[in-house]
């Protein structure tokens, strides 16, 4: 950042302008609304700012700049046609410690003046530190559209109650949670439609009631496979709601990324044996946090309800009766599938589609591998790194060919992802060789030899 965005306070305060043309009457007029004491220093002023003049409590002195002007000044702009002057003036204010803007010339300013949205008290102010102003005001346009005028209405009766809710309740997620509830629900809808009147009498009565409110919510949201253009608009929505985020291994920095920046975030592992929190304690922890009256998060890899053990998290909600809303995700086997060029099914290939997982046990994978082995079936292997060479083994036991295609994704749909291409008798090795590393999918069947045909997209791995 170039330059530091903060609002300043100039009520009263002695704002000297240097200049009697078109740019520094607009200045002027923004330095007017925010009430400062305006001084106009130009030998010749234009039509601008004798209107200015006018209608304000404006003093312009017709006569050139003398560095006596900045005594006692807050910031002064430079705005005269002569860019010698202008430095002039600005070392000077420099000197004194005065801000100093110079137009049209970011290099020379210790500040520099916004594209302002004016939705008195509610104010954006947007900068391109002097790079496009023109692009600030295009965005400054944008928003205007957005952000209806009776923000600034709403934006006042929060502040009329602002005290009020404070001794009310507490700092914290209960606090919050009732002014998003405001802001966000019917009450300000009804400020929006200009029932102000009813607006406050709601807000009143919102506050005399305010302890409903106290229980939080659990939200079980899949955060897909580590694209985070992947992500849902709910789940999207929820993350910038939390209070608190439970994560772990598989949730990729850049969905991270993505969380409201001061919800709190608990790392609770899972990486194969070595879990920082055992499963009993993640649901406990969700109770607790939901019983404090928290909006607690908790983000999976992938869709929670496929190999994430969501159903028995929510069954401790459910038994401890705590709120909670299931948002599901792209499972790992569709992103990487996608990703990596691979149909799931096709008419020629595979009818059926079977998501398994390889965990390996005691030197096993447990699996009804006589059915596993049908005929044109893509079968997709969570959690089977480890257990490759056990999975590759046991299907060409069980009756599938040793140059059945097979493919190993690792990191899909992330800028890291690899795929690795084999056969059941050799992407084991291609596996070692490669030194492949956790997450991996494996995806086995006709449809893996598809993907030479369907690379549609360069660098796909
Ligand atoms: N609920 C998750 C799966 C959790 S089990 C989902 O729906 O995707 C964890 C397994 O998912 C990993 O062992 C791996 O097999 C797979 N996985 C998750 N994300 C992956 C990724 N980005 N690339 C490859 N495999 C992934």
Same mark, same amino acid.
């Given at each position: 950042?170039?330059?530091?965005?903060?609002?300043?306070?100039?009520?009263?305060?002695?704002?000297?302008?240097?200049?009697? $043309? %078109?740019?520094?009457? +607009?200045?002027?007029?923004?330095?007017?609304?925010? &009430?400062?004491? !305006?001084? @106009? /220093?130009?030998?010749?002023?234009?039509?601008?700012?004798?209107?200015?003049?006018?209608?304000?409590?404006?003093?312009?002195?017709?006569?050139?700049?003398?560095?006596?002007?900045?005594?006692?000044?807050?910031?002064?702009?430079?705005?005269?046609?002569? $860019? %010698?002057?202008?430095? +002039?003036?600005?070392?000077?204010?420099?000197?004194? &410690?005065?801000? !100093?803007? @110079? /137009?049209?010339?970011?290099?020379?300013?210790?500040?520099?003046?916004?594209?302002?949205?004016?939705?008195?008290?509610?104010?954006?102010?947007?900068?391109?530190?002097?790079?496009?102003?023109?692009?600030?005001?295009?965005?400054?346009?944008?928003?205007?559209?957005?952000?209806?005028?009776?923000?600034?209405?709403?934006?006042?009766?929060?502040?009329?109650?602002?005290?009020? /809710?404070?001794?009310?309740?507490?700092?914290?997620?209960?606090?919050?949670?009732?002014?998003?509830?405001?802001?966000?629900?019917?009450?300000?809808?009804?400020?929006?439609?200009?029932?102000?009147?009813?607006?406050?009498?709601?807000?009143?009565?919102?506050?005399?009631?305010?302890?409903?409110?106290?229980?939080?919510?659990?939200?079980?949201?899949?955060?897909?496979?580590?694209?985070?253009?992947?992500?849902?608009?709910?789940?999207?929505?929820?993350?910038?709601?939390?209070?608190?985020?439970?994560?772990?291994?598989?949730?990729?920095?850049?969905?991270?990324?993505?969380?409201?920046?001061?919800?709190?975030?608990?790392?609770?592992?899972?990486?194969?044996?070595?879990?920082?929190?055992?499963?009993?304690?993640?649901?406990?922890?969700?109770?607790?946090?939901?019983?404090?009256?928290?909006?607690?998060?908790?983000?999976?890899?992938?869709?929670?309800?496929?190999?994430?053990?969501?159903?028995?998290?929510?069954?401790?909600?459910?038994?401890?009766?705590?709120?909670?809303?299931?948002?599901?995700?792209?499972?790992?086997?569709?992103?990487?599938?996608?990703?990596?060029?691979?149909?799931?099914?096709?008419?020629?290939?595979?009818?059926?589609?079977?998501?398994?997982?390889?965990?390996?046990?005691?030197?096993?994978?447990?699996?009804?591998?006589?059915?596993?082995?049908?005929?044109?079936?893509?079968?997709?292997?969570?959690?089977?790194?480890?257990?490759?060479?056990?999975?590759?083994?046991?299907?060409?036991?069980?009756?599938?060919?040793?140059?059945?295609?097979?493919?190993?994704?690792?990191?899909?749909?992330?800028?890291?992802?690899?795929?690795?291409?084999?056969?059941?008798?050799?992407?084991?090795?291609?596996?070692?060789?490669?030194?492949?590393?956790?997450?991996?999918?494996?995806?086995?069947?006709?449809?893996?030899?598809?993907?030479?045909?369907?690379?549609?997209?360069?660098?796909?791995?």
């Amino acid at each position: 950042m170039e330059f530091f965005p903060l609002f300043l306070r100039l009520q009263g305060e002695r704002c000297l302008v240097v200049g009697g $043309g %078109e740019v520094a009457a +607009r200045k002027t007029e923004l330095l007017l609304k925010a &009430n400062a004491q !305006v001084v @106009v /220093v130009a030998p010749e002023t234009g039509t601008d700012i004798s209107a200015l003049e006018e209608q304000n409590s404006l003093r312009v002195l017709r006569r050139s700049f003398v560095t006596e002007d900045l005594d006692d000044c807050r910031i002064v702009i430079a705005a005269t046609a002569d $860019g %010698e002057l202008n430095h +002039r003036i600005a070392d000077e204010a420099g000197e004194r &410690n005065i801000l !100093v803007n @110079v /137009v049209d010339d970011p290099d020379a300013c210790s500040f520099i003046m916004p594209a302002i949205l004016d939705r008195s008290p509610m104010v954006a102010a947007i900068s391109s530190s002097g790079a496009s102003p023109l692009l600030a005001r295009a965005l400054r346009a944008r928003l205007e559209s957005l952000i209806p005028a009776s923000y600034g209405r709403l934006a006042r009766l929060a502040g009329d109650f602002r005290d009020a /809710v404070k001794t009310h309740l507490p700092a914290g997620p209960a606090r919050r949670h009732f002014w998003e509830q405001v802001l966000e629900g019917p009450i300000a809808e009804l400020v929006h439609g200009g029932r102000e009147d009813e607006a406050r009498e709601q807000l009143q009565h919102a506050l005399a009631n305010a302890d409903d409110l106290a229980t939080g919510e659990v939200y079980l949201v899949g955060a897909g496979p580590g694209d985070p253009d992947l992500l849902t608009f709910r789940a999207l929505r929820l993350m910038q709601k939390a209070d608190v985020v439970l994560h772990d291994r598989l949730v990729s920095p850049a969905v991270l990324q993505l969380v409201r920046r001061d919800a709190e975030r608990i790392y609770v592992g899972k990486a194969r044996a070595c879990h920082a929190l055992r499963q009993q304690e993640i649901n406990a922890l969700l109770v607790k946090l939901a019983r404090e009256g928290k909006r607690a998060l908790r983000l999976k890899g992938g869709d929670p309800f496929i190999f994430g053990r969501g159903g028995e998290e929510i069954e401790t909600l459910a038994e401890n009766g705590i709120p909670f809303q299931v948002v599901p995700g792209i499972t790992a086997a569709s992103g990487c599938a996608a990703y990596a060029g691979i149909p799931l099914t096709h008419r020629d290939h595979a009818r059926s589609c079977v998501f398994v997982t390889g965990h390996l046990k005691d030197g096993n994978v447990n699996l009804a591998w006589d059915r596993l082995v049908a005929r044109d079936q893509t079968l997709v292997f969570y959690m089977s790194l480890v257990g490759l060479p056990v999975i590759a083994e046991k299907l060409v036991e069980y009756g599938l060919p040793e140059n059945t295609p097979a493919a190993l994704i690792e990191q899909g749909t992330t800028p890291q992802q690899r795929v690795l291409e084999g056969t059941l008798a050799t992407l084991p090795e291609i596996a070692v060789q490669a030194e492949a590393r956790a997450p991996t999918l494996l995806i086995v069947g006709g449809v893996v030899k598809l993907r030479g045909q369907l690379r549609w997209f360069e660098g796909a791995d």
